[in-house]
Nanobody, 122 residues
Framework: QVQLVESGGGLVQAGGSLRLSCVASGRASGNYAMGWFRQAPGKERAFVAF????????DYRDSVKGRFTISRDNAKNTVYLLMNSLKSEDTAVYYC???????????????WGQGTQVTVSS
């Protein structure tokens, strides 16, 4: 079992930055691929970014490429999402996820955090 706790969300003006953190605890938490997803009101949960267990492979949805950066510190069992040049359409609840496979599909992840709200004002 792996527990995930996100933090770092909040209210920011358009063009600003936030850094989300996700701390993992539990069995072999450092061996999982990690992902960030987001869910806006009335919409389905959507892929944002992925990083494999070593940090050597990353992937992003097109709308955040060049603005968001995913990284991880396995010594701290923590994954980060640095979000720059934020836009109003980035407003959503952001979820951290851990899975043996990872990737863009929600089904590839076994464990989920509780989410952290990001609100971007225009």
């Amino acid at each position: 079992q792996v527990q995930l706790v996100e933090s770092g969300g909040g209210l920011v003006q358009a063009g600003g930055s936030l850094r989300l953190s996700c701390v993992a605890s539990g069995r072999a938490s450092g061996n999982y691929a990690m992902g960030w997803f987001r869910q806006a009101p009335g919409k389905e949960r959507a892929f944002v970014a992925f990083i494999n267990w070593s940090g050597g492979n990353t992937d992003y949805r097109d709308s955040v490429k060049g603005r968001f950066t995913i990284s991880r510190d396995n010594a701290k069992n923590t994954v980060y999402l640095l979000m720059n040049s934020l836009k109003s359409e980035d407003t959503a609840v952001y979820y951290c996820a851990a899975g043996g496979i990872g990737g863009r599909a929600t089904e590839a992840y076994e464990y989920w955090g509780q989410g952290t709200q990001v609100t971007v004002s225009s």
